[in-house]
């Protein structure tokens, strides 16, 4: 698209969507109620995802494409999602890096780190904005969990423990999810999330991975062409970082009965934060004295709360503004390159049962 006719559609911000599965549809529906922002084509060769993503778009169907190729020829997009499953991300995110359209990529950036440096090299020139969709970082709690940690509330940090107490594996088209040759393994599927959040809360690069993990429970009983599915369902992670921090997670998908689905807990030499989620609750404790201060979180731009406690819609915020300020993206592919690299090595310490080097797998 021509700088004239880009600077034309800005005043409605319009999203092109490849996947319209549940990913995709949770953005749509974001979008749908973000002021000036509109979803005016998408895509999926999946016949019910795709009727299902044109009547939350309401669209008349002209701009409803099977092929993908279909969707970047058509019409003027600001910007276009990927939310097709992961193995895919690499061919689709490399064909849409050849148009100038801005893209937010869904987690993760790839399935291996080999596809997520194809993806940064095919994004070396790209004229538009590149965004790494690790949404939870939005979460309330957890963005002023990060705020107080980097207004040193708590010292320098030490200790990094995140807990993901929470249901099974949703079900999605295909089962493409209950395998780890579809998703990279658990680690990398669901926990990129954690690991970037442990490396955004460190402010260091992770240098070693020591973890355990197992399939025990969910899934055992289904079948799918003969394949049971090989998804880890619980597992423990330590992360060594290059400053002397360390981080661990904690991962449980057969533990509905929670409170909270999400705890972090960051420990230093002054004090200690935590954040709950969904509760919508911070406490900031002081070393000196013993003083614990709880506050509930909440952002009143938020008119969408969706799967994820409002994050997506204020990162779509985020985006559209980054966008029309021609900003630097606030996540980035690399940042998603290594939150797909700790889980990466997470799973290849649990195959081998062994420390694993960030250098083995970077």
């Given at each position: ?5 880009r600077?034309a ?7 092109g969507?490849?996947?319209?599965g549940?990913m995709?549809?949770?953005?749509i ?6 002021p000036?922002a509109?979803?005016?084509a ?5 016949t ?7 009547k ?10 099977h092929?993908y190729?279909e969707?970047?020829?058509w019409g ?13 991300h690499?061919e689709?995110?490399i ?6 359209a801005h893209?937010?990529?869904?987690k993760?950036?790839?399935?291996t780190?080999?596809?997520?440096d ?7 020139g ?7 969709g ?5 979460k309330?709690?957890i963005a002023r ?5 980097h207004?040193?509330?708590?010292g320098?940090?030490h200790?990094?423990a995140?807990?993901?107490?929470r249901?099974?594996?949703?079900d999605k088209?295909g089962?493409w999810?209950?395998f780890?040759?579809?998703?990279g393994?658990?680690?990398v599927?669901k926990?990129?999330?954690f690991f970037?959040?442990?490396?955004l809360?460190?402010?260091a690069?992770p240098?070693?991975?020591?973890a355990s993990?197992?399939?025990d429970v ?8 003969g394949?049971?599915?090989d998804?880890?369902?619980?597992a423990?992670?330590?992360?060594d970082?290059?400053n002397?921090s360390?981080?661990m997670l904690?991962?449980c ?6 409170r909270n689905?999400?705890e972090l807990?960051?420990?230093?030499d ?5 954040a ?6 911070v406490r900031?404790g002081?070393?000196?004295?013993g003083?614990v201060?709880e ?12 799967l ?5 819609y204020l990162?779509?915020?985020d985006f559209?503004?980054?966008v029309r ?5 606030k ?9 797909v690299?700790v ?5 290849l310490?649990?195959d081998e049962g ?9």
């Open positions: 698209m021509a700088a004239a006719e600077a559609v800005m005043d409605e911000f319009r999203y969507v490849i996947g319209t549940m995709g549809q949770e953005h529906a974001n979008i749908n109620v973000i000036g509109r979803v005016v998408i895509a999926d060769p999946d019910g995802s795709l009727e299902l993503g044109q939350q778009a309401n669209l008349d169907g002209s701009s409803c494409f092929d190729g969707l970047l020829g003027p997009l600001d910007a276009i999602i990927v939310a097709t499953p992961n193995h895919t690499a689709v995110v064909d849409v890096l050849q148009t100038e893209l937010l990529i869904e993760p950036l790839a399935t780190v080999t596809d997520c194809r993806i940064i090299d095919a994004a070396r790209h004229n538009g904005m590149v965004w790494m690790l949404e939870y970082r939005y309330p709690p969990l990060i705020e107080e940690v207004a040193g509330s708590a320098r940090v200790m990094v995140i807990r993901e107490h249901y099974p594996f949703l088209v089962a999810n209950r780890k040759r579809y998703t393994g658990t680690l599927e926990c990129c999330h970037d959040l442990m490396t809360i460190t402010q690069a240098v070693r991975v020591l993990g197992a399939q969910n899934h055992l009983d289904e079948e799918y062409e394949e049971t599915p998804i880890l369902d619980n423990y992670v330590i992360v970082y290059d002397g360390r981080a904690d991962l998908m057969f533990a509905e009965g929670s689905e999400q807990y960051v420990v230093g002054r004090g200690k934060i935590e709950f989620v969904p509760e919508s609750i900031c002081e070393r000196d004295g003083t201060t506050f509930e979180v909440s952002d009143d731009r938020i008119a969408y709360g969706g994820h406690d409002g994050s997506s990162q779509h915020l559209i503004e980054a300020q021609r900003a630097e993206p996540v980035t592919l690399e940042d998603g390159r290594l939150a690299a889980g990466v090595a997470g799973h310490s649990i062994r420390p694993v080097m960030m250098d083995e797998v970077l």
